[in-house]
């Protein structure tokens, strides 16, 4: 259902310290937030499109399906970011006047938009390298590790298997609806869809009673305890990631300089 | 020599922008509009603030889970059952057919049912989630869309349907109002936290707020409309059994 | 000879993580046959059937519905959910609606039928599967069968020509069982076309006309119970046993208690029938004519 | 003469909603046996195990464990359900963690185990149901054996003394259903006590010591598999069918086919020697003596 998650678990980098793409995500991170410019961005972008894809092993169609998803998001930023009302005359590089006021496109407006999109472009190919390489069940243990508290260790692991549960439930439901022509029309789709959430609604709030009495069958006292399986750093990785990190860096003060 | 440079290679990068937004309009027609700002859009030092401005509404809602809990033992299941359903209504590409497919939240129904604290930590789970197994959001922005959509909206939600109950309103009227204007109330939370960041280059943050307010309200003002109408339903329902 | 109600032509089909879920899977089913699917879990039974109705769309190959290819547009589509209706395995997710009248009345509404039509056909259904006094009574408190039922009913409230039931007897205990298939023989008589997918190779047995084994998304044997029943290697290769009919029967004429020439049973009752009349005088005779 | 090691004694059971599952229910397991419990949907059998290891609280009667009764302190509780292990029918209800080897160590570790000895046991377990493979695999992408499986493993690796299955075998396919039984009988030769629900009369005639049918919240009958299973009426009060081993094996003493001497097969081998054994010669002999 999930496919950033199917990839999270089966990529080249299955085996590698978690600690390890934590550390390259982070630093990665740090420098296009911290060092931003338009080169940097674009260093970063191809930085990360070439580990994922070539050295993880994602297919190079899913990733760039995938590069497009905040696209929504972008446009719309980017169209708000560009253009500009205003009732003061202008210089703009397009524009045109309704009414009392002027529309339009200034170049200090559209650096900011181009900057903007480019960074968050590079920003997110930073998550996707952390998300497609790395598994869930081994972010929570790095969060553990990062002291977050029990509680919200425990309930991320909880919220994390119960959306698959809940997932394919509302799969099946939707399938059977569907085979019963509920998504046929807009109005028969509406009905159907406020059926398939609320019967998803009572049939989760039964499934977590069942859940919590299996749990509590295993004696369960309130609190997960974690185990997990070793894994050790290694030393090479690590200079490895350093190595390209103080390049970048290195690069993106000289192309755009601090800001 | 940079300076001279810099319109022409803008233009290039704006040409490879606008190729990119074809491109979205033209493979994912059904893009949801998620209301959360996504990876790198918010400078790093508004990111800070933001996690800062969550940090003690989390806390809050820890306690407050941690005393839910220590009365009931169940309702930790319970709630991670609230998290997990929330997350699978974001995820559901649901209805192809109606056209635009909306993501109710689910917060309002969460502060009501839960209490606003309570929502804090579970929201700012299921934006984690959403932004590693569904590419919305980030984690450098995580803290602002906890703000919006884990703070404000179910704090809102759930002050105005005590309001609407204190002034005996309909239960149904009470529910709708925060629902819905929790959602509001997000999106313009959303609004001005991109504003705050990115001010317009003429007018400044209210310009910028104002831009920002009104593309938005085209997909937030019938989301939130919807948002208040299923959760009407699921309380009927819910009062029924 | 009767036509084919549905054929899937090299149906290919693929997951979106890239598992081969269909490898070139050829079927046909006749019009008002009762047609058994075997295959271990994972074969590929449940994304078949999927493929019958439309809500999969196969990467290659086709599916022909009374002869006619399907093309997926969307009057295609709702003419062959009208006509091919699926049980699915479990009702739980199959019941969505907050009272079994209105869960039975989902698909003749879908169908744009008038209110009281609808409801009729949903009351004429519910009379069938045996329900009729739940009709008010909220999904989500029903029993395991009872919900059973009430999956069936909603599917045939639809009147279609074909009906697929994935694993139907699974978790339901002996005496729902006999029900439920005596409900399957009833639709049968009627008409219409049956498919089912189970594990208990005993009631595919007794029950099919045709049997189908899947193994890796393909036909990995087909023909008559009586046929494809006999050959061991086939069954051992989609992990499937004898039924236990047969392997009693064999062992009986191996052994010689029965005559060489008794016919194959069909069903328990016909093999307990064979040992009946098999009686000592009978074997006697034999024997005697024999030595 | 072996000690009980689960005792109930007449344990009356009300839902909240007010219907009454249990109806002053008694029962009486002994170490090392395996008993299975049959019964229809909804004749109690879920709702008994639940208060086998303490989930649930009777309203009336009490439950012995080891000769001891139940006073549902918190410590009783940890000690009854460290030793009373449930595998729950559907493994989407127990497993909670997406991580299989944390979902195996989960019971151990909430023993207050170190952790080192806690995963050292949840290998064993994962070793003993063959899921070792799976351990680096999340929950969500095992199909439905596997996760039965790693739900069994769970179980296993608190070491309990009694384990209950309900329905263990239901919706596997064949394969599975013979490896599920395989481990049971390994379980059980390491000395561990079994109970199974099932609705499969065939699998629980073959493979019990001991048999309860159970209707209504009551017990209905019990005794072993050769005795309950000879009790046509019981069956048909219970809503179940007589095992096919041994309907076969009567018709065929009734026709003469076998001795009246023949001993009652106790599973499919045991009735196809039978056969095989009463070949023609030995038949032949049998009949002119009774001549």
Known sequence: MLLIDHFAYNNRFTQVHPGEKALFFVLTMSVCLFLPSLSTSLAVTLLMAGVVVLLAGIPWKFYGKLLLVPGSFLIIGLVAVAVSVTREPCQFLWGTYLGDYAVGITKAGLDTAVNLFFRSLGAVSCLYFLSLTTPMTEMVGLLRKLRVPALVVELITLIYRLIFILLEMAGQIYTAQSSRLGYRSMRTGFTALSQLILSMFIKSYRQSQNMYDSLVARCYDGQLHFIEDKRNWSLCHVLVIVAVEAVLAAWALYAGGIM | MKKTLLPLINLKYSTLALLYSLLVVLAVPENAYAMHIMEGYLPSTWCAIWYLLTLPFFILGLVSINKTVGLNPKMKMLIAFAGAFAFALSALKLPSVTGSCSHPTGVGLGAILFGPAVMAVLGSIVLLFQALLLAHGGITTLGANAFSMAVVGPFVAYGVYKLCRRLRTPLWLAVFSGAALGDLLTYLTTSLQLALAIPDATGGIPASFTKFAAIFAFTQIPLAVSEGLLTVLIFNLLYTY | ?291
């Open chain 3, 1 to 291: 000879m009767r036509k084919y109600i549905i054929e899937a032509r090299e149906l290919v089909y693929q997951y979106p993580d890239g598992t081969n879920a269909l490898n070139g899977l050829t079927m046909q089913i006749k019009e008002g046959q009762k047609v058994a699917v075997l295959g271990a879990n994972g074969a590929g039974k449940s994304t078949l059937f999927l493929h019958f109705n439309g809500i999969l769309r196969p990467r290659q190959g086709q599916i022909l519905f009374d002869g006619r290819s399907m093309d997926y547009r969307h009057r295609s589509l709702v003419e062959l959910r009208k006509n091919v209706a699926i049980v699915f395995q479990d009702p739980d997710h199959q019941l969505f609606s907050a009272s079994v009248l209105q869960d039975v009345a989902f698909g003749p509404l879908n169908l744009g039928l008038d209110k009281n039509v609808a409801l009729a056909k949903a009351r004429e259904a519910m009379r069938q599967t045996e329900i009729d006094t739940l009709s008010s009574k909220p999904t989500h408190f029903l029993s395991y069968g009872q919900k059973k039922r009430v999956s069936i009913a909603g599917v045939l409230a639809m009147e279609p020509r074909v009906i697929i039931f994935d694993e139907p007897t699974a978790c339901l205990d002996p005496r729902m069982v006999d029900k439920t298939m005596d409900l399957l023989h009833r639709l049968n008589k009627q008409g219409k076309t049956l498919v089912m997918s189970t594990h208990d190779v005993d009631l595919a047995y007794s029950w099919a006309d045709y049997i189908y084994f899947i193994n890796g998304g393909q036909v990995a044997g087909e023909g008559t119970p009586r046929e494809v029943f006999l050959n061991r290697e086939l069954l051992a290769g989609c992990g499937l046993k004898q039924p236990w009919v047969l392997e009693v029967y064999r062992e009986l004429i191996d052994s010689g208690l029965l005559a060489t020439t008794a016919p194959m049973p069909d069903s328990k009752e016909t093999l307990l029938e064979l040992i009946r009349n098999a009686s000592p005088g009978a074997a006697g005779v034999k024997i005697r004519v024999a030595q």
